[in-house]
């Protein structure tokens, strides 16, 4: 993996227009920033450029305006919270077309430490499409390209790869460098031994994770919805839970693989049960912990058991790096959280490196109330699955190589 990118630090933007694509994807509600996690994650970039007295030019996408202007989807109350954050002006460049007479305007008329906003990349259909003229519109602005969106480097966008184009520096910045260097080397160059967690509903979202991380890390734990395809592929009764039919031959493959490499690959001892799915998802329910090879016909799993809980938190113990990628169930619903918890709580208590693929499982770690415990939360959930499937990332691959 090409993970020796040049950074921010590896260049001095002085007088330079800087064109700094960031995940600024926040959510709203009537205009209102409700979560601004990702501004303060974009803040020691912003600031670094700042500092050196380079021109700065924010780009993000926000939500999917399916490449039209949608005004509930403008960048706009983003603008006025950054100026707050940074404690100077975020000049917004309102233009439909992004690229516009403002964003021009605004551009031609910046001294060096300013900092300007563009408007939603996604108000132009070509931005998903990585179209031509959309990357030459952002390029003609820029000298310079500082890449700091994790969250959408697993795709090619014109704003995140086509600009790499027609700039020639093009490097990532603080957010981007940390997940590589966490992600990244989580999995290429583990301390050992290491610990892989895979949860969350489907094993058809996870087929080449699981793959891949059985040939890099010591132990696969799988807990979650995915857990009842393996159990039914050893042949036990699973009851309602949730398979993945077409995917039982593949969880024996797997088994099989782990027990071929030496890995040790652990599935719940016991499980959580229930009659029914909780509707609504945090409804009160009534639930039982049976053994996995004792599921009832008519009830299903949701969550892992107690044994199972300490199971998982003895292999977190002795390990040097924990991944973790998905829940152990319905997390959602605090009677099924328990596995979650216990887990999560497991990676509080070590000394581990832990690493928190994004997506439900850095929610969960964070409404928990043990991000800080974590020495790493993704800030993407597909990006972080395709980092764990060993892909390269079009977004990390288009940074100059130092």
Request: proline residues 4%; charged residues 25%.
């Amino acid at each position: 993996m090409g993970l020796n990118k040049k950074s921010v630090d590896d260049i001095n933007v002085k007088g330079l227009r800087t064109l700094v694509r960031c995940d600024f994807n926040v959510p709203l509600k009537d205009g209102k920033i409700t979560d601004e996690n990702r501004l303060v994650a974009a803040l020691p970039t912003i600031k670094k450029l700042i500092a050196d007295g380079g021109k700065v030019i924010l780009c993000s996408h926000l939500g999917k305006p399916k490449g039209e202007p949608k005004p509930e989807l403008s960048l706009a109350p983003v603008a006025v919270r950054l100026s707050e954050l940074l404690g100077q002006e975020v000049k917004f460049a309102a233009d439909p077309e992004v690229v516009g007479p403002n964003a021009k305007a605004a551009v031609e008329a910046m001294k060096d430490g300013e900092v300007v906003l563009l408007e939603n990349t996604r108000y132009r259909a070509e931005e998903t499409k990585n179209g031509e003229a959309f990357s030459k519109d952002l390029a003609s602005l820029a000298d310079v390209f500082v890449n700091d969106a994790f969250g959408t480097a697993h795709r090619a966008h014109c704003s995140n790869v086509g600009v790499t184009q027609y700039v020639d520096t093009a490097v990532v910045g603080y957010l981007m460098q940390k997940e590589i260097d966490f992600l990244g080397n989580a999995v290429e160059n583990p301390v050992r031994p290491f610990v892989a967690i895979l949860g969350g509903a489907k094993v058809a979202d996870k087929l080449n994770v699981i793959s891949n991380l059985l040939e890099k890390c010591d132990t696969l734990i799988i807990g979650g919805g995915m857990a009842y395809t393996f159990l039914k592929a050893k042949g036990y009764e699973v009851g309602t839970s949730l398979v993945d039919d077409e995917k039982i031959a593949y969880c024996k493959e797997m088994m099989e693989k782990a027990e071929k490499l030496g890995k040790q690959l652990l599935l719940p001892v016991d499980t959580t049960i229930a009659a029914e799915f909780p509707s609504p998802i945090d409804a009160e329910i009534e639930v039982c912990v049976v053994p996995s090879n004792e599921i009832p016909a008519d009830k299903m799993g949701l969550d892992i058991g107690t044994k199972t809980a300490e199971l998982y938190a003895d292999a977190v113990k002795s390990a040097k790096t924990v991944v973790w990628n998905g829940p152990m169930g319905v997390f959602e619903n605090p009677i099924l959280a328990k596995g979650t918890i216990a887990v999560a709580k497991s990676l509080a208590e070590t000394d581990a490196t832990t690493i928190i693929g994004g997506g439900d499982s850095a929610a969960a770690v964070n409404q928990l109330g043990f991000g800080d415990k974590m020495s790493h939360i993704s800030t993407g959930g597909g990006a972080s699955l395709e980092f764990l499937e060993g892909k390269e990332l079009p977004g990390v691959a288009a940074a100059n190589d130092k």
